[in-house]
């Protein structure tokens, strides 16, 4: 399921959140969305050299330390706790995306990009159905600039699509860019819009080249973060991946 959809069924039925969660605030979502920024060319030859310890990528990552008071981690129940696959069931699963291309939106960039050396990815629900994830995926041989290119390409035909969740409702899904500073060697900062029965759940992304690593950042509730909070988030995770990678 995309990470803009389980946090959409989650929030269906909270009531308003409260704007943004620390930094410069919250900011009401647009109903019209600013077009995507021109395509970051990044560099093949960036920094240092790949990442190739799952547990170093992982240790990298925001902790939360560095989120706003209310934030705790979301543990998978097959990888962290170590419990069994959850069960099939014999309701269908009637989700779908249309064009199919675009179900790739804010999957882990390891999963949108086959060949990493390492992934990590970390995942935390905050206040009110609030939640900020990040996932991290090492390339070598100068495969980070490929995967970056790749991310936006994604990006650049999915402005508009639409589809349907696990119980069939419709949910529609509007991309645009974001004002962000840039971080690490390369960036780009957009904002996915979901929405379904009424409710729409705003989730702003910064995707980083970071020597021969992409990080993906992923802040979502009713209520876009605040924009001073997501750059220090943005800019604390590209050091500390810059920091752990080989010299």
């Known amino acids: 399921m995309m990470r803009g959809t389980r946090v959409l069924a989650c929030a269906a039925a909270a009531l308003p959140l409260l704007a943004g969660c620390g930094g410069s605030g919250g900011e009401e979502a647009s109903s019209s969305l600013p077009p995507l920024p021109a395509q970051v060319t990044a560099s093949a030859t960036a920094g240092a050299g790949p990442i190739t310890d799952p547990a170093r990528l992982k240790a990298a990552l925001l902790t939360t330390a560095d989120l706003p008071a209310g934030f705790a981690p979301l543990a998978d129940p097959v990888q962290d706790l170590g419990l069994p696959p959850a069960p099939e069931y014999d309701a269908a699963d009637r989700s779908s995306t249309d064009p199919q291309a675009c179900a ?15 992934r990590a990815v970390a995942r935390y629900g905050g206040p009110d159905f609030t939640s900020v994830d990040i996932d991290a995926a090492s390339y070598p041989d100068g495969g980070a600039a490929g995967a970056l290119a790749r991310v936006q390409e994604t990006l650049s035909g999915c402005t508009e699509y639409r589809g349907t969740d696990a119980d069939g409702f419709e949910v529609q899904y509007r991309v645009g860019g974001l004002e962000q500073p840039a971080v690490g060697d390369a960036s780009v900062a957009v904002r996915l819009l979901t929405s379904s029965d009424g409710v729409t759940m705003t989730s702003d992304v910064i995707i980083a080249q970071v020597g021969s690593t992409l990080v993906q950042l992923v802040a979502s509730g009713q209520q876009p973060i605040g924009q001073d909070l997501l750059a220090r988030l943005a800019r604390t995770a590209a050091d500390r991946v810059g920091a752990a990678a080989p010299m």
């Open 104 to 118: 790739a939106v804010l999957r882990e960039v390891a999963d949108q990009v086959p060949g990493s050396t390492a």
